[in-house]
């Protein structure tokens, strides 16, 4: 039996409690709230002529406020604590369905959020009102805004909602837009980074079984709060870049043995700013012994620091510039630069690499930092979140999370094509269709997200009679929480 979603019942993925509003802690009620202060019907309507640009790209100067379906991973353990900064929370390693459905709701909760925010900058971006309802695109007053604020907005009649038990996928909805942000959307980045961080895991472990080798690198600058975290993001990118060219290079790629590498970028938010760095995964001809480990270190952190410094960025402290540790034989990576490693059971605790490298959407931080996706879940009238998040999405915009060595792919998937992000989206969302929701209803539910993923739960647990009721908006009416978990539970 499922559990009622009582007021009581905490979500596994939300870090923070709703301040405001009818939800504590992610609990459904009746009278969730919506997008209340934006209404956008999400129907699908032509572009404007004169303004098919207009807020997709905006800059800080027109922000208000002030202030600083994959399959599972491969063999090994999903165990938390690699970076010191960030962790993988317990909830992330259970399969429970009450788990995964937690943070679906949450993924849900915190794309509403993205998209309020997202549309108010952008309206203010153009010198208009942060919050109009019912603006359409044929309006005057209408702002395009970002892709991510429109993701999940109906752009056909009807919407479908699909699923096929017998695959190892999520149910989903048809007929939506997509926006395919692997930075800045919840609902696709959980979808592309599990679908990547398969493919990095099944990569090593072909390079592994083969007698290759595995350094797992991170390299970071120093930062502080003032500093801007496109200047920071755009020195840490181009650092590396740099990193990877002229002679010094071409010696290092000799010393380890060098196959190819795979770089993933993330960013925090801390007591001293925006903190974006760089993992990255160095295959090698042969596994290195320890000695060989510390002499990459010392040359790879030489060569990052070098880079910085002569970028105009502040100088990356040898302790905790440049980490370098060796992968073992199953593809999975010992934290032994924490300041203590942690254990479980008495041993020392390990991650599977292509999960450390790609889900950072899982994560959260750890010693007073935050993970991105995080800065959604508070609801304070404070300025400051909606900030720091618009700044986010305006630093990482069209920028590359992930980056294989050119051939690296072929050579250690072959026959397995590179899929770009919307190819991976539309692989994974390929199954028959259960429901059908008529248009204008699925305009109302997606103002309350925790309908629309409470749809897509009945359906995976096979109770399209219900989901379909709840589809139909029978509970957007004012119901009472009573009569909604008398329904659920039966």
């Known amino acids: 039996m499922v559990p009622a979603l009582s007021p009581d019942t905490t979500n596994p993925g939300r870090r923070y409690q709703r301040r405001t509003g009818a939800i504590t802690r992610g609990p459904v009620t009746a009278d969730t709230p919506g997008l209340s202060a934006v209404d956008f019907t999400g129907r699908s309507v032509p572009e404007p002529e004169n303004g098919a640009a207009r807020g997709v790209q905006f800059g800080l100067s027109g922000i208000a406020g002030t202030g600083a379906g994959a399959p599972a991973s491969v ?162 990118m181009v650092a590396w870049r740099k990193v990877q060219s002229g002679a010094p290079w071409l010696r290092f790629r000799t010393q380890i043995g060098f196959v190819g590498a795979i770089r993933t970028t993330e960013i925090t938010y801390g007591d001293n700013g925006w903190h974006p760095h760089h993992h990255v995964l160095l295959l090698t001809e042969r596994p290195l012994s320890t000695a060989e480990v510390t002499a990459a270190e010392s040359t790879l952190a030489a060569m990052w620091i070098r880079r910085v410094v002569a970028l105009g960025g502040r100088t990356p402290t040898r302790r905790r510039g440049v980490r370098v540790e060796a992968v073992d034989d199953r593809g999975q990576v010992l934290a032994q630069y924490m300041a203590k490693v942690q254990e479980h059971q008495g041993q020392p605790r390990r991650t599977d690499i292509g999960k450390e490298l790609a889900r950072g959407d899982l994560k959260v931080g750890k010693a007073g930092s ?104 029978a509970f957007l009416d004012g119901q009472s929480i009573e009569r909604y978990n008398s329904v659920y539970q039966k």
Request: hydrophobic share 40%; charged share 25%; glycine share 6%.
């Open 75 to 236: 063999a090994g353990p999903a165990v938390p604590l690699v970076h010191p900064e960030q962790s993988f929370p317990p909830s992330a390693r259970m399969a429970s369905p009450e788990a995964l459905r937690g943070y679906r709701l949450t993924r849900f909760e915190r794309r509403q959020q993205s998209s309020r925010w997202l549309i108010s900058a952008a309206r203010e971006a153009e010198g208009r009102e942060p919050f109009v309802s019912g603006v359409t695109a044929q309006d005057e007053d209408w702002v395009r805004p970002p892709a991510p604020a429109r993701c999940r907005w109906r752009i056909a009649p009807v919407v479908g909602v699909h699923h096929d038990p017998d695959l190892p996928r999520p149910a989903h909805f048809s007929g939506t837009f997509r926006c395919g942000s692997v930075w800045a959307c919840p609902v696709c980045a959980a979808v592309i980074r599990a679908y990547r961080a398969v493919e990095i895991s099944q990569a090593v472990t072909n390079h592994l079984a083969a007698g290759g080798g595995a350094l797992f690198a991170s390299v970071t600058m120093r930062h502080l709060r003032a500093d801007l975290l496109h200047d920071t993001l755009d020195t840490a």
């Open 370 to 473: 935050l993970m991105p996706f995080e800065l959604l879940d508070d609801e304070t009238r404070s300025p400051v979140p909606r900030r720091l998040w618009v700044e986010y999405y305006s630093a990482t915009y069209r920028r590359r999370a992930f980056s294989w060595t050119r051939g690296l792919h072929d050579l250690l998937l072959p026959g397995e094509p590179e899929k770009s992000d919307e190819e991976v989206l539309d692989e994974v969302e390929r199954a028959p269709a259960v429901l059908l929701v008529e248009g204008v209803t699925y305009d109302r539910l997606i103002r309350q997200p925790a309908m629309l993923a409470l749809v897509l739960d009945l359906v995976e647990q096979g109770r399209t009679e219900l989901a379909t009721t709840v589809a139909s908006g």
